[in-house]
């Protein structure tokens, strides 16, 4: 197998196995105590082999919403007490992918296949009953610490004059934040449901739009950038259809099958 090869990835179908995973991690994190706002606890996830953690803090801030989400927590990677990911929303999420889109198109697609991965828990692992977590193989930690190494790490620097958070740091993160949002919708009576919503709704949803917004942002910046050098038209629409995307699904922006095929081939296949 080629390094290539080692994330080549099989456009997924969501099966029995994939709701019965999720289901478990609802049920992890119903069981989660919570403290209070002020003095929120902490429950550890995964230790990195670089010494920090995944983690959420519980409870989160939706809980003081008017109409409150009981179950909510604050994901968090971080060390000694520090939270690296506080605060963290969209925003941060997408300026960190399309940073690594301008350092490198090939490494851009690796990393959306990365998270593709962590959407549809490929790269997860039940270390004990009842408890899954995000655990690649030795090949894909190899992988994924090659591309911090030899790309991001003096890209962040080179073009930006920025120190970013690691790309494996970065995983577990989106990996908390999308269980998370599991926990949001599908609860039901204290118990986990995925009737009421679509199952889509939740994680899916949310990492596929981590995933779909960055490429169609990503391809305005790029006609930019060629455009400005041959002084050509600057295609707008490639900007107004994400906004217009956005628009009609109140902030979930998910790209088809096809679409993904389409920018993340060859890494991603039927």
């Given at each position: 197998?080629?390094e290539?090869?080692?994330i080549n990835?099989?456009?997924f179908k969501s099966?029995?196995?994939?709701?019965?995973k999720?289901?478990?991690r609802?049920?992890?994190?119903?069981?989660?105590?919570g403290?209070?706002?002020?003095?929120?606890?902490?429950?550890?996830?995964?230790n990195?082999?670089?010494?920090?953690?995944?983690?959420?803090?519980?409870?989160g801030?939706?809980?003081?919403?008017?109409?409150?989400?009981?179950?909510d927590?604050?994901?968090?990677?971080?060390?000694?007490?520090?939270?690296?990911?506080e605060?963290?929303?969209?925003?941060?999420?997408w300026?960190?992918?399309?940073?690594?889109?301008?350092?490198?198109?090939s490494?851009f697609?690796?990393?959306?296949?990365l998270?593709?991965?962590?959407c549809?828990l490929?790269?997860?692992?039940?270390?004990?009953?009842?408890?899954?977590?995000?655990?690649?193989?030795?090949?894909?930690l190899?992988y994924?610490n090659?591309?911090?190494?030899?790309?991001?790490?003096?890209g962040f620097?080179?073009?930006?004059?920025?120190?970013?958070i690691?790309?494996?740091?970065?995983?577990?993160?989106?990996d908390?934040?999308?269980?998370?949002?599991?926990?949001?919708?599908h609860?039901?009576?204290?118990?986990?449901?995925f009737?009421?919503?679509?199952k889509?709704?939740?994680?899916?949803?949310?990492i596929?739009?981590?995933?779909?917004?960055?490429?169609?942002?990503?391809?305005?910046?790029?006609d930019?950038?060629?455009?400005?050098?041959?002084?050509?038209?600057?295609d707008?629409k490639?900007?107004?259809?994400?906004?217009?995307?956005?628009a009609?699904t109140?902030?979930?922006?998910?790209?088809?099958?096809?679409?993904?095929?389409?920018?993340?081939?060859?890494?991603?296949?039927?």
């Amino acid at each position: 197998m080629t390094e290539t090869e080692i994330i080549n990835t099989k456009i997924f179908k969501s099966n029995k196995d994939f709701i019965t995973k999720r289901t478990k991690r609802i049920e992890e994190a119903i069981a989660f105590k919570g403290g209070t706002i002020k003095n929120r606890k902490k429950h550890l996830i995964s230790n990195l082999p670089n010494g920090k953690e995944s983690y959420f803090l519980k409870p989160g801030k939706e809980t003081l919403r008017k109409i409150p989400n009981i179950y909510d927590m604050s994901p968090n990677v971080g060390a000694n007490g520090i939270s690296e990911t506080e605060s963290w929303a969209f925003e941060k999420i997408w300026e960190y992918l399309l940073k690594i889109s301008i350092i490198s198109q090939s490494t851009f697609k690796k990393v959306l296949v990365l998270l593709y991965r962590n959407c549809f828990l490929l790269d997860h692992q039940e270390i004990k009953k009842g408890k899954l977590i995000y655990l690649p193989s030795k090949e894909i930690l190899d992988y994924i610490n090659n591309i911090e190494k030899f790309v991001l790490k003096e890209g962040f620097k080179d073009k930006f004059k920025t120190k970013e958070i690691g790309l494996l740091e970065f995983l577990h993160f989106i990996d908390l934040l999308a269980w998370n949002e599991d926990v949001k919708y599908h609860i039901v009576n204290g118990q986990p449901d995925f009737i009421k919503y679509d199952k889509k709704v939740g994680r899916v949803n949310t990492i596929l739009t981590v995933i779909s917004a960055p490429l169609m942002i990503s391809n305005f910046i790029l006609d930019i950038i060629e455009k400005t050098e041959k002084k050509g038209i600057i295609d707008v629409k490639l900007i107004t259809s994400t906004i217009q995307k956005f628009a009609k699904t109140r902030g979930i922006c998910v790209l088809s099958n096809k679409e993904l095929l389409l920018h993340l081939s060859p890494f991603l296949y039927s």
